[in-house]
């Protein structure tokens, strides 16, 4: 397993950026995909963006494409996201997770998560 802590979240009015961070140890960070979630409050954990092992394939879900981007630094031992032009539905607890399987929007294909960052985006 690998243990993951993210960072980064605070409030930021709509239209503001935000970059989280989720910091990896444990095992070899290249071992696993490592995938953003987010879940609001009375609303299900739903995925926002995957990135493979290396970073060479990335995946995002269609309400944050073109906003948030997601990379990985290997040496750090840490994955990003980057979000821009952020709205109140964004507003959300995130987390980060790994998978030693391929990258999967389901959650449940994620065995290591992070506590969670909250990111509040106000009107």
């Known amino acids: 397993q690998v243990q993951l802590v993210e960072s980064g979240g605070g409030l930021v009015q709509a239209g503001g950026s935000l970059r989280l961070s989720c910091a990896g140890s444990?095992?070899?960070?290249?071992?696993?995909?490592i995938g953003w979630f987010r879940q609001a409050p009375g609303k299900a954990r739903e995925f926002v963006a995957t990135?493979?092992?290396?970073?060479?394939?990335?995946n995002y879900a269609d309400a944050v494409k073109g906003r948030f981007t997601i990379s990985r630094d290997n040496v750090k031992n840490t994955l990003y996201l980057q979000m821009n032009s952020l709205k109140p539905t964004d507003t959300a607890v995130y987390y980060c997770?790994?998978?030693?399987?391929?990258?999967?929007?389901?959650?449940?294909?994620?065995?290591?998560w992070g506590q969670g960052t909250q990111v509040t985006v106000s009107m």
């Open positions: 444990g095992r070899t960070f290249t071992m696993y995909a």
């Open positions: 990135i493979s092992n290396f970073g060479s394939s990335t």
């Open positions: 997770a790994a998978t030693s399987r391929l990258p999967s929007s389901r959650p449940e294909e994620y065995h290591s």
